[in-house]
C-alpha cells in the first residue's frame, strides 16, 4: 500500500475516510496459507522499522513465501537467523529470480530487495563494534537492520577487552564519523560495552552473545555483566539479539538527524570525545 497516494487522493477529494480505513485495514495483513503467517506489511509506515522475518524452525517452503509476500508488500525483506543451508539456498534462488540480496558476512542473515538498496553519504550513522570474531554474526544482524532502516555503520571488528589498545582506532573512528549511537556486540564476560559507555558522550547498546564457556555458557555471564555495569547510558539487549540493537541505534539516529541534519553538523551542539 502507498500510503502518500492514498492521502493525495483524499486531498483531492477522490476518495473520504472510509474508503481510506478499508485500503489500510486490507493492506495491514499479509496472509500465508493457512494460518502459517500473517505479516505485519504496514509496520515500517507506522513504527519506522520494518518486519523482520526469523528463519529458526521454519520450514523452508514456509519462508520462501513469507519472504516473497513481504517482498511483494514493502519491497525489502530481512531474513535473520537462518542455517547455514537455508542460508544458501534462499539467497541464491532469491538472487536467480531477480532480486537484490546482501548476505551477512560470517552470518546467517540476508537481506533482500526488489531494487538495489543504496544509501545517500548524508544518511544517518551508527557505529557498531564487537569483541570478538566469533561475535561477528551478531555484530552483522545489527549491521543489516541499521541498512534496511536507512542508516550507514562504522564497523570495528575484534577488538576485545583481551587487547585493550585494539579499541583506540575503533573509539577514534566512530569519533570522526560523529555517530549518534554505538552497538557493542560481546559474549566471553561481555565486559567492552561498559568500557565504551564509559568513554563516549552517545547511547550505547550492549548485545551479549552465545559465545562463552563454563560459568559464562550460552551468554549468560555477557548478559549479566552488562546488566551489571556500573557506567552510564548502556542499554543491553537479549542475547543474540543483533536485530534489536541495530533497530535501537536507527531509531535514535533517525531522530536526531532530524533535529541536526548531517549536510550541516556545525548545527549539533554534542561534542564527542574520549575521556584522556
Given at each position: 500500500?502507498?500510503?502518500?497516494?492514498?492521502?493525495?487522493?483524499?486531498?483531492?477529494?477522490?476518495?473520504?475516510?472510509?474508503?481510506?480505513?478499508?485500503?489500510?485495514?486490507?493492506?495491514?495483513?499479509?496472509?500465508?496459507?493457512?494460518?502459517?503467517?500473517?505479516?505485519?506489511?504496514?509496520?515500517?509506515?507506522?513504527?519506522?522499522?520494518?518486519?523482520?522475518?526469523?528463519?529458526?524452525?521454519?520450514?523452508?517452503?514456509?519462508?520462501?513465501?513469507?519472504?516473497?509476500?513481504?517482498?511483494?508488500?514493502?519491497?525489502?525483506?530481512?531474513?535473520?537467523?537462518?542455517?547455514?543451508?537455508?542460508?544458501?539456498?534462499?539467497?541464491?534462488?532469491?538472487?536467480?529470480?531477480?532480486?537484490?540480496?546482501?548476505?551477512?558476512?560470517?552470518?546467517?542473515?540476508?537481506?533482500?530487495?526488489?531494487?538495489?538498496?543504496?544509501?545517500?553519504?548524508?544518511?544517518?550513522?551508527?557505529?557498531?563494534?564487537?569483541?570478538?570474531?566469533?561475535?561477528?554474526?551478531?555484530?552483522?544482524?545489527a549491521r543489516m537492520m541499521a541498512k534496511?532502516?536507512g542508516c550507514v555503520a562504522d564497523l570495528?571488528?575484534?577488538?576485545?577487552?583481551?587487547?585493550?589498545?585494539?579499541?583506540?582506532?575503533?573509539?577514534?573512528?566512530?569519533?570522526?564519523?560523529?555517530?549518534?549511537?554505538?552497538?557493542?556486540?560481546?559474549?566471553?564476560?561481555?565486559?567492552?560495552?561498559?568500557?565504551?559507555?564509559?568513554?563516549?558522550?552517545?547511547?550505547?547498546?550492549?548485545?551479549?552473545?552465545?559465545?562463552?564457556?563454563?560459568?559464562?555458557?550460552?551468554?549468560?555471564?555477557?548478559?549479566?555483566?552488562?546488566?551489571?555495569?556500573?557506567?552510564?547510558?548502556?542499554?543491553?539487549?537479549?542475547?543474540?539479539?543483533?536485530?534489536?540493537?541495530?533497530?535501537?541505534?536507527?531509531?535514535?539516529?533517525?531522530?536526531?538527524?532530524?533535529?541536526?541534519?548531517?549536510?550541516?553538523?556545525?548545527?549539533?551542539?554534542?561534542?564527542?570525545?574520549?575521556?584522556?
Amino acid at each position: 500500500m502507498d500510503l502518500s497516494r492514498l492521502m493525495k487522493k483524499y486531498s483531492n477529494g477522490e476518495i473520504g475516510i472510509n474508503e481510506i480505513q478499508r485500503e489500510i485495514s486490507i493492506e495491514n495483513i499479509g496472509y500465508i496459507g493457512e494460518n502459517i503467517a500473517r505479516l505485519d506489511v504496514q509496520r515500517e509506515t507506522r513504527r519506522g522499522c520494518p518486519e523482520v522475518i526469523l528463519a529458526l524452525n521454519k520450514q523452508y517452503n514456509d519462508l520462501y513465501e513469507i519472504t516473497l509476500m513481504t517482498l511483494q508488500k514493502t519491497g525489502l525483506a530481512l531474513i535473520t537467523k537462518a542455517s547455514q543451508e537455508v542460508f544458501t539456498k534462499l539467497s541464491t534462488q532469491l538472487k536467480q529470480e531477480g532480486y537484490m540480496t546482501e548476505t551477512a558476512r560470517r552470518g546467517t542473515t540476508i537481506l533482500v530487495s526488489a531494487k538495489e538498496l543504496t544509501l545517500a553519504e548524508n544518511s544517518p550513522q551508527i557505529g557498531i563494534i564487537c569483541a570478538g570474531t566469533s561475535d561477528i554474526p551478531i555484530a552483522e544482524e545489527a549491521r543489516m537492520m541499521a541498512k534496511a532502516m536507512g542508516c550507514v555503520a562504522d564497523l570495528s571488528y575484534d577488538v576485545g577487552i583481551a587487547g585493550l589498545h585494539r579499541l583506540l582506532p575503533a573509539l577514534r573512528s566512530i569519533i570522526e564519523k560523529n555517530v549518534e549511537a554505538v552497538v557493542v556486540v560481546a559474549g566471553m564476560e561481555g565486559a567492552l560495552p561498559s568500557v565504551i559507555s564509559a568513554l563516549v558522550d552517545v547511547p550505547v547498546i550492549g548485545v551479549p552473545t552465545s559465545i562463552g564457556y563454563g560459568m559464562g555458557s550460552g551468554g549468560i555471564g555477557a548478559l549479566t555483566s552488562m546488566l551489571q555495569t556500573c557506567t552510564f547510558g548502556l542499554a543491553v539487549m537479549n542475547i543474540d539479539n543483533g536485530i534489536g540493537a541495530g533497530a535501537f541505534a536507527a531509531l535514535i539516529c533517525k531522530r536526531m538527524s532530524m533535529i541536526h541534519p548531517r549536510k550541516d553538523d556545525s548545527l549539533r551542539t554534542c561534542s564527542h570525545g574520549v575521556v584522556s
